[in-house]
């Protein structure tokens, strides 16, 4: 089982709030989409910021594991999920594990 650490960006969509992910040439809703950062991260952000692609933008640590990314602080981990009040509401409602991949 290999363990890759990671560096990935994640800010909120300007126009309707989402959090997004930056995927290494657009930005998805979705945090297992999110590519791997280079070392300086801040001329990215400026540029996507500038272009009011996205709003708030930074760095987070994570870890991918067969192809799946987990940010690795509990609030990146709620970010990438969704709403957790409901998760039927949530980006993963058919899982039934979701909740679990929080903690």
Known sequence: MSVEKIKILTGNDLLVGDVIWWTGSGWSRHVDHAA???????????????????VSAYVVDATREHGKVRPNHIKERMRALGPTVRLDLSLRPDDPAAAAWIA
Do not use: T
Not at 36 to 54: F, H, K, M, T
């Open 36 to 54: 791997p950062l280079a070392d300086d991260a801040g001329a990215l952000i400026a540029a996507e910021e500038a272009a009011r692609s996205v």
